[in-house]
């Protein structure tokens, strides 16, 4: 299976600078895609997908605001980067706190433009490479049976075994052996590296 | 026996006097002159028995006359008394009918014993319990703190002064909403002129000051909306249909710079990007057009103004705004100018824009040096209107850029009000001049040629 590409789309009501906006970020060697509107956008069948937004902040009935909240709402974490043709920045960002990936006017020189778009990319691969990461540290818990859970959630709080057999109602011995089975199934030799992996998988409940 | 009877008829008809100088009523008169008469009688007869005249001294059937006659005045006047109690019951029920109709409370402060009485309405307008004692201490606790000192001073003032109470004021209802209340009153003095009692009404006046505040706030509304919808509103929507084509004209440029420096250059992509480029140029040069004939002055209605007036007009507009934001306004007196010719709307945007400006000029300043004023004043053949404020004045290396289209010294100024002003005032054939003042601040002064008579000079 080969890397799906990074696609940068872009969305604004105004046809012409749609197309500009395209024209110069494809010559600088990016893969766009273009959307005349967020409705447009959203429609697609397939959202997560890697790349970045870059929206139009004011247009009618949907806004570039009202598509971010859409896309976090349908859990999509794609960066999105705003253009706006008003003066009012300050007014803008501030309205904007709430996450914006960064915030431009439609006339800001190119590198900027470059830059942000760069920015979000990066930031969107080192999230996606980030939640790739902890499903795999998630999946490695997987293969843990019931019981063997139900142990961890001892062990992580600390618990002798002494105290986890008298808990659960078992036989100390047969805690012992959970233990050896767990560490051996996730790799571990430690209860602190235990403890670290079930920590970076962002683990917290059974 | 005659001296005491003597006695007795001088102190009757002293007495007598006495009552009716006291009360001015006939009854006493009736009374002890009955007496009187009633002891001359008996005096008289004793006497002529004595001399063997009379066979008695008929003192007893005298008596029994008198007092029949005593008794059917007093019997008129226990049924006076009835009818007055009858009519003071009415008259006060009448009373009372009226204060609820008219939604007035009655109120009396008997200074000597400090305790105020009150009609129930009175009683529950300030939360004041039915039957709870009230004294001036216990009064000024019902009203609003922010306007107890201005009532105290009233107060003072009508007892040690005017004797005539008004005063307006908040309290809180038993049901804990604010009134606004106003109570007139009038002080009654002793012989000495020492203030014993102060008596009078109060009217809820809520109503009217919650009329009077909406309408303080429509017109800084007004204010506001005449300055921020011509041109703040003017600014965002030019910026936005301009910033658009000229963002498309830009990426379009770089795109065709980037697409030149490839080996071999896509030349008809670049073709395509030059016909976008004019095309978006075109669009932005419409939104100029349009701007342009939408700032253009459309034709002026001349019509005779009293300049003055106008100014007056101006001022009360925006006073609210000025005592808001602690600013003296002041228009100057002098007498009424020429007319002028002109379109009524537009010079008092000038004029609006005139005082916005100086206002804006002193707010930074202290509070004794925040004063605008205005003066009207005929010039020549010239009316001119000046607004001074005692703000910084312009600064010495602005002074060159003073009507430049978005030169502006606030921070969230825009620069165009200077320019459109003085377009006005040049379509109406005036100038607009302004100077540092030699005690700080600016003045800015609109002057507008005399109207010529109808029929001619």
Known sequence: ?206 | MQASFLLIIIFAIDAAHTAAKRSGLRRPWVLGGLTAMGFSLVLVSYELYARGILPSTFSSQLFLLLILLMGYELSLDVLRAGQLSRDLLESQQRMRLAANAADLSLWEWDIVRDEIWVTEKGRERTGIGASERIDFARFLQAIHPDDSEQTQQAVRHSLEDSGELESEYRVVARNGATRWVVARGQVERDADGKPVRLRGVSVDITQRKRAEQELAQSRNELAHIARVSTMGELAASVAHELNQPLGAILRNAEAAELFLQAPSPDLEEVRAILTDIRADEARAGAVIDRIRSMLKLREIEHTPLDLKLLAGEVVNLVRPEAEARKIQLALEPGSPPPLVRGDRAQLQQVLLNLLLNAMDAVNYSPNDRRRVSVCVRTAGSQVEAAVSDTGDGIPADKVAHVFESFFTTKPNGLGMGLVISRNIIKAHGGSIHWQNNPAGGATFCATLPVAEKENGP
């Open chain 1, 1 to 206: 299976m080969s890397e799906p590409t990074t696609i940068v789309h872009i969305v604004d009501d105004d046809p012409s600078f749609l197309v500009a906006v395209a024209r110069m970020l494809r010559a600088s060697g990016f893969v766009v895609k273009t959307f005349a509107s967020a409705a447009e956008f959203l429609a697609q069948p397939e959202l997560d997908v890697p790349g970045c937004v870059l929206t139009d902040l004011q247009m009618p009935r949907v806004s570039g605001l009202d598509l971010q909240e859409a896309l976090a709402k349908a859990g999509h974490r794609i960066p999105v980067v705003f253009l706006t043709g008003r003066g009012d920045i300050p007014a803008s960002v501030h309205a904007m706190r709430h996450g914006a990936d960064d915030f431009l006017t439609k006339r800001a020189p190119k590198q900027k433009l470059l830059e942000a778009v760069n920015r979000a990319l990066v930031r969107d691969a080192r999230e996606r490479a980030e939640r790739a990461r902890v499903q795999r540290l998630r999946a490695r818990f997987e293969v843990l049976t019931e019981r063997e859970r139900e142990v961890l959630q001892h062990v992580l709080r600390g618990q002798l075994n002494k105290q986890i057999a008298a808990d659960l109602g078992i036989h100390e011995r047969t805690v012992k052996l959970h233990r050896t089975a767990i560490t051996t199934k996730l790799r571990v030799s430690s209860v602190a590296e235990l403890t670290k992996l079930w920590l970076e998988s962002g683990g917290s409940d059974g």
